[in-house]
């Protein structure tokens, strides 16, 4: 049930909520420890499935009905008691230090998610279990149901998995994008404004499942990152073959998700504007593979640059290749201490990556002349 419940994906596991006296557990601000697959999906937790019975047909996954005919592995279950007692036990000796719980749906989205939030109320409320939980939203869930496993819960999550609903219909004929994903999406910001899930929520997509582009991700992400939906954050994993594999696939297979996932993070950790984001797309919908989104912006945008490293604000700083949050605070610390950066080591010593950021920048009386030669990984 581990194995299957592999291609969710998790990061962080901090969660503001208030520890209870007499409860074991703690669901810290500073996070938990991570676990990762040869793969580089997160497992942070103890991840896992209450349930592998599925009444869906999604092509991607391997629990769903079409592909329960090709790959033989019988149906197997939690009752609610053994999933909580098995948690329970494998944090006293210190396995893990939380839950991630999904599920496939067996009678029908409700059925199941009064199953989850029976697992939940007994690790809570029997064995008193005050760390770090994590539950996927069901497809097609109740307001009432979802609710109840909220109030539960430190964080929740709802796949969307395509982008638009011509995407999923040519996945899964027995959910409908709109009812299923979009109208249960919608109460998790209601329930984040009455206290609820103080972790907040988050999203994942399976990239590469349909014939969907770039583009049409990008435009369902930036729209999710808007006040009116407010995920915390969201999450790409490639579409692997269903069938057993023995040698690891190449780098270049998960390129795209590592693509998305710099634009990601140049939305919502740097900032720079959905607009300006969409014009590092091609003219087919895709973001280039052969460069570093970043390093694509700052060279439709070479007016800007040299920019002088002495005298540049935190925003500028933060535009150029191979300067990050940490390394730009502190270039700007050296500025409020009158330290003049006039050599490649100083500005090295503070975390840039030289080979990205010396293009863009100018050193004391010094620039890079060319463009040419820079990384663009």
């Known amino acids: 049930m581990g194995e299957a419940a592999k291609y969710d994906l998790c990061a962080s596991t901090a969660s503001p909520r208030v520890h209870t006296q007499g409860s074991i557990g703690k669901a810290v601000s500073t996070g938990i420890c991570h676990s990762f697959l040869p793969d580089g999906r997160c497992i942070s937790l103890l991840k896992v499935l209450i349930t592998n019975q599925c009444i869906h047909d999604c092509a991607y996954c391997i629990n769903s009905t079409k592909n329960k005919k090709h790959f033989k ?16 036990g494998f944090y006293i000796r210190n396995y893990i230090e939380g839950l991630f719980l999904s599920s496939g749906i067996g009678k029908s989205a409700n059925c199941q998610a009064e199953i989850i939030h029976e697992a939940l109320h007994v690790l809570r409320n029997k064995y008193n279990f005050d760390g770090y939980v994590h539950a996927k939203v069901l497809p097609g869930i109740g307001k009432d149901e979802l609710f109840r496993i909220a109030e539960l819960a430190d964080r929740v999550s709802i796949n969307v998995e395509l982008p638009n609903k011509s995407r999923f219909s040519e996945t899964c004929s027995t959910k409908d994008f709109h009812s299923d994903i979009i109208k249960v999406t919608k109460f998790l910001p209601e329930m984040r404004k009455k206290g609820e899930i103080p972790a907040g929520y988050t999203t994942q997509y399976v990239i590469g499942a349909a014939e969907e582009t770039d583009k049409e991700i990008l435009d369902t992400v930036f729209d999710f990152y808007t006040d009116d939906w407010d995920f915390r954050r969201q999450y790409f994993s490639t579409c692997l073959p269903l069938e057993e594999k023995t040698q690891p696939y190449p780098r270049s297979y ?3 998700e590592h693509r998305l996932y710099q634009i990601d993070w140049l939305r919502r950790i740097y900032k720079f504007s959905p607009e300006e984001l969409m014009n590092v797309i091609n003219d087919d919908g895709f973001i280039p593979l052969n460069m570093d989104p970043k390093v694509t912006l700052a060279r439709m945008n070479a007016e800007f640059f040299p920019i002088d490293v002495n005298n540049a604000n935190y925003s500028e700083l933060m535009r150029v290749p191979g300067i990050g949050h940490t390394s730009a605070t ?4 050296l500025q409020q201490q009158g330290v003049k950066l006039t050599k490649n080591q100083q500005l090295k010593s503070t975390g840039v990556v030289l080979k990205r ?3 863009f920048l100018k050193i004391g009386s010094r620039k890079q002349l060319t463009l040419d030669n820079f990384g663009t990984s």
């Open 254 to 256: 998960f390129l795209r």
């Open 330 to 333: 502190r270039i700007l610390k």
């Open 357 to 359: 950021a010396l293009p």
């Open 73 to 88: 592995h019988s149906v197997t279950s939690f009752e609610p008691e053994e999933l909580a007692k098995l948690t329970i």
